[in-house]
């Protein structure tokens, strides 16, 4: 490990000049002091409509460029030709963007892999389906728009490079997503895509959330149980040790299950579509009315999602219509957002109504929707029927909705969810400025059964710890409940406003206001939202810091009559806070850019606490194929305890540098290191401080344009402060002490086959140290062996990861 970080650093000091023609930006051929502007422009022209240049001998075609300009280039720059089949390589990069910080989700890869197989014409392109583009903004989306309506179709995507108010970064986001077909409604052309992917498993068994830990909780509570540590009656801890341990026993069956997924996309020219997944996660069980009120037989025994639909386009006033399973996310997703993610500061996702073919299980409408589009009036409806999990009380009674990675039959399938609305915007593109809309909706959700949340059918009676979680306590029984939302948007010049506001009949209320000024080297994003505590909308899906049950007993499983229970802390719904974000990247100069700045200053509702972060990184670029970034990161943050509320303040480092040095090689190194300052407790020897750090390296070679391997090494050690990572296919949490490597093979067998294969290990040592005590009478002995004192000793975990993906296309 530490020789390839050697190797790395001092191969980091002879990496030659040299950027790549065919990937550089306009400001960067601008910069090159061998051309003038127009020369510049040109060349920039010339690689945008030919598709790249396949040597650097081609600029003798561009008129104005001569032997002298040829010779000045070969001596500070590279010409990478593109690669052939260029879709199968950006489904990959757009698949790897989950594996970043603030990466998009499921869904939002699932639709941006659609667009890639399929473009919009943009022609005919509306901002409301520009936006959903990966990293374009609505102000980018609106130009596009506005540029189509008033000067009329383009005969080639290059030539919206000039619109107003279009971005060149939005530019260059949205071009492989779109073309200038036109739609041709009488093809019945037939394409498609089959998935197959094997998941041995990404090395995180033995997390927190991971199956091995999840296990341990259930032998900890029967064994409690058991020896009668818990003050039950006799009748509720039979019935608590049966529960327990049928769900550990099923939870055995699922130990080194491989994760499977089948998927399939059709269509038939631009009317027709339609899909098929079934799927089961690595080490998860299986059945449980796959596809509720139809009997699969033996696919019930083999996977744990179905999902389906079919789906008709362009057909009138309607643009589509979904009848299966489908996603839609409207508005600032307060009131509908149906994707089972919510990552932390996320500022954009998925917008609209399209087919669902995502993991998602538990937030999986399936029934039948519909977009309408007539002259400046744009409308959603949808309506759905699906069986929802839920946490019981031991005598059966349906508790409080939870989303769980393992499933098991006390919680599975409880109740019938029907979910039946409608949104509808007016656009007032053209009257006012172009991207201005008005818009209401309204949903309602009905429940088979009534849930009837209950902290005495979740909380160990008589413990230490006492039942104190607002964010569970305001909830109230019943079979129903209603939202009414009104949102609006409108876009001046280079910037953009929009807002929502959410009301539920029981008078709690969502609220999110967000602005963005943008150019080509800078933009400014600021977010105000305000969530009530008793605001319980399943599908809100908002701008927050954190989830509706971080630092709340169920991130802590011992403190719950069932340790599957903790489950509910993943909940994907915003925790009820208030709070403005401010967020903004500029480019100093050609070298220097900060890449990302924010400052997140929030009030937690349910204890007025406030609470701050905020995050820097700057980025040094000496020459193109060199970048060096240090990013610094500063929490602090309060939460409620027994006594007194505790703060903690983290302060976390992280410094990369990156680079190219050859065409074909890509080196990354990342070193880390955090510390966290806590309120001291006398209960844990008044430690105040945590801290963790972790180097990390990564190479990549291309061999050929369509083979390229990725090696990756992690070496972490931690003091109290586990620390995370992102891999290319996801984040890793790092506990203890230990070391990692993987490898992943990627090879475009053609332009319609693809193959992607990723190996890992992980070796963790957890130190388990004070105790051994050398005074007999204060020492601790192994049961059934009193002359036998336990002394210090060091776990070692091994994990193994595989993953094998295939892709055909045609």
């Known amino acids: 490990m530490i020789s390839s970080l050697i190797l790395a650093v001092c191969l980091g000091l002879v990496v030659p000049g040299g950027f790549d023609l065919n990937t550089a930006t306009l400001q960067e051929l601008q910069g090159l002091g061998g051309l003038d502007s127009q020369q510049a422009s040109d ?20 008129p104005g460029f001569g032997a002298e300009e040829l010779e000045y280039l070969k001596n500070i720059c590279v010409v990478v030709p593109p690669s052939e089949g260029r879709i199968s390589p950006d489904i990959i990069s757009i698949m790897e963007r989950l594996a970043t910080e603030d990466g998009p989700g499921d869904a939002a890869v699932d639709m941006w892999e659609n667009y890639l197989l399929r473009p919009i014409p943009i022609n005919s392109a509306t901002s409301w389906q520009l936006r959903s583009l990966d990293r374009v903004s609505l102000i980018d989306a609106a130009a596009v728009e506005r540029r189509l309506n008033t000067l009329g179709a383009v005969s080639s995507v290059y030539s919206l490079r000039n619109a107003d108010d279009l971005t060149y970064y939005g530019y260059r986001n949205l071009r ?93 020219g631009d009317r027709f579509r339609g899909g098929v997944r079934l799927s089961r996660g690595r080490n998860s069980t299986s059945g449980f009315g796959l596809v509720s009120d139809i009997e699969l037989g033996d696919l019930n025994d083999r996977f744990d999602i179905a999902k389906g639909f079919v789906s008709m386009e362009n057909i009138g006033v309607v643009n589509q219509v979904v009848l299966g399973n489908y996603n839609i996310s409207l508005g600032q997703g307060l009131m509908i957002d149906n994707s089972d993610e919510l990552m932390y500061r996320s500022t954009y996702r998925t917008w609209g109504l399209y087919p669902d073919l995502t993991s998602t299980r538990q937030f999986a409408l399936i029934g039948g929707a519909i977009e309408m589009r007539a002259g400046p009036i744009l409308g959603y409806a949808f309506y759905s029927n699906s069986s929802r ?66 902290p005495e059918a979740l909380d160990i009676p008589g413990d230490a710890q006492n039942w104190d979680c607002p964010e569970y ?53 600021g977010i105000w939202r305000h969530y009530d505590l008793g605001y319980s909308n399943p599908y809100n899906r908002g701008f927050t810091e954190q989830l509706r049950y971080d630092d709340t007993v169920f991130e802590k499983p011992y403190y719950l009559n069932d340790p599957l229970a903790s489950q509910l802390a993943q909940w994907p719904t915003p925790k009820p806070e208030e709070g403005i974000y401010v967020e903004s990247r500029f480019q100093v100069s050609r070298s220097i850019t900060f890449t990302k700045v924010y400052l997140d200053i929030w009030r937690s509702i349910p204890w007025n606490f406030d609470n701050h972060r905020f995050q820097g990184e700057v980025e040094y670029r000496p ?59 006398p209960l844990y020897g008044d430690d105040r401080l945590m801290t963790g750090g ?71 040592f957890y130190p388990r140290t004070g105790l051994y005590r050398p ?33 055909f296309r045609w």
């Open 473 to 525: 306590d305001i909830l109230t029984a019943g079979e129903t409940s209603s939202f009414l939302s009104i949102s609006a948007q409108t876009i001046l010049d280079n910037v953009s406003l929009e807002g929502e506001f959410v009301r539920q009949d029981n008078e709690a209320a969502a609220m999110l206001a967000r602005g963005r000024w943008q150019n080509d080297y800078f933009y400014l994003l």
């Open 389 to 454: 999990d839920a946490l019981r009380s031991i005598d059966g009674t349906p508790n409080i909705l939870v989303m769980s990675n393992t499933r098991t039959w006390p919680y599975a399938d409880v109740v019938r969810e029907t979910t039946l609305g409608g949104y509808g915007f007016y656009d007032f593109s053209g009257l006012l400025p172009w991207g201005t809309a008005l818009g209401l909706g309204g949903m309602r959700i009905t429940y088979s059964d009534s849930l009837v949340p209950a």
């Open 176 to 268: 492989d997503y779109v073309s200038v077909r036109e739609l041709d409604l009488r093809s019945m052309e037939f394409f498609g895509s089959y998935r197959i992917v094997m998941d041995g498993g990404d090395g995180r068994d033995n997390a927190e959330d991971g199956l091995s830990m999840i296990l341990s909780d259930l032998h900890s509570a029967i064994c409690d149980l058991q020896e009668g540590g818990r003050g039950y009656t006799e009748a509720d801890s039979i019935a608590w040790t049966e529960r327990l341990a049928n769900e550990q026993t099923e939870l055995l069956q699922a130990v080194n299950v491989t994760g499977w997924e089948h998927r399939v996309r059709v269509g038939l």
């Open 43 to 62: 060349l920039y022209t010339y690689i945008y409509e030919t598709g790249g240049l396949l040597s650097i001998y081609d600029i003798m075609e561009i």
């Open 623 to 681: 020459d193109f194929p060199i970048r060096f970034r240090l990013k610094c990161k500063y929490q602090e943050k309060t939460k409620m305890h027994d006594v007194i509320p505790t703060t903690s303040r983290t302060t976390e480092y992280t410094f990369r540098t990156f680079f190219l040095p050859t065409n074909s090689d890509y080196f990354d190194v990342r070193l880390r290191y955090g510390m966290v300052e806590l309120t001291p407790n």
């Open 694 to 764: 972790y180097i990390a390296v990564r190479w990549e070679h291309n061999f050929t344009d369509n083979l390229s391997v990725l090696g990756g090494s992690t070496l972490w050690s931690t003091n109290g402060m586990s620390q995370w990572e992102f891999e290319d296919t996801g984040i890793d949490f790092l506990d203890g002490d230990g070391t990692k490597f993987y490898v992943t093979i990627k090879n475009n067998l053609s332009d319609n086959l693809q193959f992607r294969l990723r190996v890992l290990r992980k070796d963790t």
């Open 775 to 807: 005074d007999p009478d204060d020492a601790f002995y192994y049961e059934g062996d009193p002359g036998s004192p336990v002394r210090d000793f060091c776990d070692h975990v091994t994990d193994y990861g595989i993953r094998c993906q295939m892709d």
